[in-house]
């Protein structure tokens, strides 16, 4: 993998308040678990910046190599690595999400 | 070649010897959905109970498991 991948990785994942790397689009989900955690944040009402992973095979790996997690979806806030579809599910589930993500929200 | 879901449950209990394993097959025969409880996740955050399960499959999540839906939690009795 090329540094200039994991650097371009970096700048998205600093520059975005809420980052998901996803298979497909939130409009066009190619996988059952990108599409979830999609849904998932949509319910939240909180914008995201999406990355295809599908659309260039060195982000897909590379977004894998930078969290050291090895599937995809991955979703980022406020720069840190928050986990795949089933750590969000959980955290959707529990209510943990809803406070990582207000913060947000009140800053527009 | 795809683990059959009790090897991929010995390969945890290799890694983590207490773990008390569930494995399934939910669709097809690589795409696994697994719960783990063990006293060593107490006191580690989620993403990193998720990485231990992870690396205890090694190359196998890489390749022949398709997907995984992966729930870990700790005993009742640690908690």
């Given at each position: 993998m090329s540094d200039s991948v994991t650097q371009q990785i970096d700048q998205v994942v600093k520059n975005n308040d809420v980052v998901l790397f996803m298979k497909g689009t939130p409009d066009f989900p190619q996988c059952g678990f990108s599409q979830r955690v999609s849904a998932i944040l949509n319910a939240h009402e909180i914008p995201f910046a999406a990355v295809n992973v599908l659309l260039n095979n060195e982000v897909r790996e590379g977004i894998k190599a930078y969290s050291d997690w090895?599937?995809?979806?991955q979703l980022y806030v406020k720069a840190e690595f928050v986990g795949g579809c089933d750590i969000v599910t959980e955290m959707h589930e529990a209510g943990e999400l809803e406070e990582l993500l207000a913060p947000l929200k009140k800053e527009g | 070649m795809s683990p059959k879901p009790q090897e991929v449950a010995d390969m945890i209990r290799r890694s983590i010897p207490d773990a008390d394993v569930q494995v399934n097959l939910y669709s097809g025969d690589d795409h696994f959905e697994m719960q783990v409880i063990s006293?060593?996740?107490?006191?580690?955050s989620r993403i990193k109970q998720h990485q231990m399960v992870y690396a205890a499959l090694g190359d196998q999540m890489k390749q022949a498991i398709h997907a995984l839906a992966l729930k870990t939690s700790i005993p009742k009795e640690s908690i």
């Open positions: 090895p599937t995809i979806p | 006293a060593s996740f107490v006191g580690v």
